[in-house]
């Protein structure tokens, strides 16, 4: 399961990559659009399945907490951020998701999952940041509410779960598709008509929509749903890490001994946050015969299993 969710945040340390390489350049809000409201009609076209009752007003939070206000304010803030501080500002999350657990789910969070999650941001720092990083204080302002509001949509997941009989298929989709339809009205009167996509593009695209989206997102809520919201938090720092890997691979850029350091702080604190703490032994009661004065009775007896 750990494995199969840090697909998620791995393929979304690859947006980079494929958004500066594959697609129009300076059209961030048509790349969040293009990812969101495909992958999300085809998911509800897959499930075939509409929300009912409350599952249309939490479709729509949980939409726009987990991508439609999530997306456009992440790629302004990226613009006007160098990528090592964009990124080190979202290995925040796992602390601001121990810090909404215990506001909004009463958990009660570790002092091992502080530590990593200090780590993880420390380990994240040295892996992307470099000594010429320009602070621009709104950039630093959109990334950390969108740091907190994807935050607060994997609390909230965790909270609501999802309909009894429905699938992941289904709610995934209806929140992506919620979603696009916010972000592509805003592409419109932001950058205008797209241009032509050309043969890269496409596949660019296509990247985005099945793998990117479509797949990460079901398999990221149905981490947070078995995980848990804390746990699977833990795993984004897997999206710098894989980032800076493709990086590497692909551009052939190098690393520093301080940026090896880094990452080796940084898939630390990953691990540290996936332990699981030790629990107490259940308890279960039964009805034992007892034998008293020659008579026997039933009496309730308290087991640890």
Known sequence: MLLATAVAPATWGTTYLVTTQMLPADRPLLAAGVRALPAGLILVALARRLPTGVWWWRSFVLGMLNVGLFFPLIFAGAYRLPGGVAATIGAV??????????????????????????????GVGLL??????????????????????MAAGVVMSARWGRPEGVSLLAT????????????????????????????????????LVLIGTALAYVLWFRGIERLGAGVASFLGLVNPVIATLAGLIVLGQTLTPLQVLGLVIALGAMVLGQRAPRRAPAVRRVEAPVTIAGRTRTSEVVEAS
């Open 172 to 207: 995934t989709g209806w929140q992506l598709t919620v979603g696009g339809m916010v972000i592509v009205p805003l592409m419109f009167a932001v950058e205008g008509m797209p241009p032509v996509p050309t043969g890269r593009n496409l596949l660019g695209f296509g990247y």
């Open 93 to 122: 999350s796992p602390l601001i998701v121990a810090g909404l657990s215990f506001l909004i789910l009463k958990v009660r969070t570790q002092p091992r999952v502080l530590l990593a999650g200090v780590g993880g941001v420390i």
């Open 128 to 149: 992307v940041l470099s000594s010429q990083a320009k602070i621009d204080p709104i950039g630093v302002g959109l990334m950390l509410v969108a740091t907190t509001l």
